[in-house]
C-alpha cells in the first residue's frame, strides 16, 4: 500500500472520556516536540492538510483523532520536552497519556518517533522507559532520515544502543516524508499489528 486513501480529522480531546465512543482499533503517534508526528501523519494518508504542522515546537496540545479508512485510528499525542506556551501543564501532559495507556484496549500500536539525525535526548530515554512500563507493541521510526549522510546512517544502531540500551532491529524504521517507499514501508509494518 502506498498510503492511507481516505483520511478524516475526528475530534481533539484533553480528557480519555471525550475519546470516540467507538470499538475501532488504535495506532499512537508519539514523539518529542517538532520531530514530525504531523508531517508523517499527512505522508501516510497523502493529506498535506489532514494534521496541522509548524515549525514551532510545542503546537500539538491535545490527542487528535484521525479516522484512516473507515476502519482505525490514528491518535495524535503532544509533543513532549518543549512548549512554546508557558501556560502549557505537563502535569496534565503526563496524566492525559497515562489515561489514554491505561488499559486500552484499542491500541494496537505505538509508533513511537525519534529524530535520526542525533542520538536520544533525556526526554526521549525518559519517554521509552515510560513506555516500556506498558505491554504495547511499539516501533521506533527514525524521522527525516533523507537528511543522513552513509556515516550518519552507521551510527543510527550504536546512538540507540548507547542511550535505550539493546533495540530489536525490527522495531526500527528508518523514514523521510520525502521517500514514499519508507512511507510505504511503515504502512506495512502499521498494517501487520492491526491484523493481528
Not at 499525542?77 to 508557558?86: D, E, R, T
Amino acid at each position: 500500500m502506498e498510503f492511507y486513501k481516505k483520511s478524516t480529522f475526528v475530534t481533539s480531546v484533553v480528557d480519555i472520556k471525550n475519546k470516540p465512543d467507538t470499538n475501532l482499533k488504535e495506532v499512537m503517534i508519539v514523539g518529542k516536540s517538532n520531530v514530525g508526528k504531523s508531517s508523517l501523519i499527512n505522508a501516510l494518508t497523502n493529506n498535506s492538510k489532514l494534521a496541522y504542522t509548524s515549525s514551532k515546537p510545542g503546537h500539538t496540545r491535545f490527542l487528535n483523532y484521525y479516522l484512516i479508512n473507515d476502519s482505525f485510528y490514528f491518535v495524535d499525542c503532544p509533543g513532549y520536552g518543549y512548549s512554546a506556551k508557558k501556560d502549557f501543564d505537563y502535569k496534565l501532559y503526563g496524566k492525559l497519556v497515562e489515561s489514554y495507556l491505561n488499559n486500552n484496549k484499542n491500541l494496537k500500536l505505538i509508533v513511537f518517533l525519534l529524530d535520526s539525525r542525533h542520538e536520544p535526548t533525556s526526554d526521549d530515554v525518559d519517554f521509552y522507559n515510560f513506555l516500556k512500563e506498558y505491554d504495547y507493541n511499539f516501533i521506533l521510526v527514525m524521522t527525516k532520515s533523507d537528511k543522513l549522510n552513509m556515516s550518519m546512517r552507521s551510527k543510527i544502531k550504536a546512538n540507540l544502543a548507547n542511550k535505550l540500551g539493546d533495540i530489536n532491529d525490527k522495531r526500527v524504521l528508518l523514514t523521510s516524508i520525502e521517500n514514499k517507499k519508507s512511507i510505504s514501508n511503515l504502512i506495512d509494518v502499521i498494517e501487520e499489528y492491526l491484523e493481528v
